[in-house]
């Protein structure tokens, strides 16, 4: 299963971003608590355009956060009429360009654009790829009982369940356990 590379990018960049959450971070922190930490971020997922370093872009990121968050738990429909929202909102206009090292892709937005607003139009742009192939289903939370990770399943046989392989270990170990106790 393999959507276009720059989709796959921005999807990753979705589930990094929403397992900063403290319902899905390994800390069980929020790892996005501050600017320093947005920043560290960005120094791993850059982003071009504007960005302000400041307590304002700080909580509209995290809006963005829990926004994604629950499109992508959405059936098809449902992430339909979310999508649409963010391209409305935005008054999105796709457009090509080529930057950096990065060859033709798309971008939707203006590169004064609030940061938030670029992360949304960015991961909108991306599930519109998702809904055309029918394959929100790939699109799931982590099956681990205490975690609320988001994980993207791009595996052939589409059985991926954990968010990470600390999960399904964990997993793996308590199912070991419980069976032995049957035992
Ligand atoms: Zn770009
Ligand atoms: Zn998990």
């Known amino acids: 299963m393999r959507f276009a590379p720059d989709t ?25 608590a501050t600017v320093g930490q947005l920043k560290e971020l960005l120094d791993r997922y850059p982003f071009t355009g504007r960005i302000d370093h400041d307590e304002a872009e700080l909580r509209d990121v995290h809006r963005t956060r829990a926004l994604l968050r629950h499109v992508w738990t959405l059936d098809r429909d449902d992430a339909v009429v979310a999508v649409n929202k963010i391209l409305r909102d935005a008054k999105a206009l ?32 991306a599930l519109i790829d998702v809904i055309r192939m029918d394959e929100m289903d790939r699109l799931r939370i982590c099956a681990a009982d ?38």
């Open 8 to 32: 796959e990018e921005s999807l990753l960049f979705v589930v990094t971003l929403c397992n900063t959450d403290p319902s899905a971070s390994r800390s069980g922190a929020d790892e996005v």
């Open 94 to 125: 796709p457009h090509l360009v080529r930057h950096d090292s990065q060859d033709w892709h798309m971008h939707a937005t203006e590169p004064g654009s609030p940061l938030g607003e670029r992360i949304r139009v960015e991961a909108a742009l």
């Open 146 to 183: 205490d975690c609320a990770g988001l994980l993207l399943d791009l595996s052939r046989n589409g059985l991926k369940r954990f968010c990470s392989v600390r999960c399904g270990n964990r997993m793996n170990m308590i199912a070991f356990r419980e069976r032995r106790a049957d035992r």
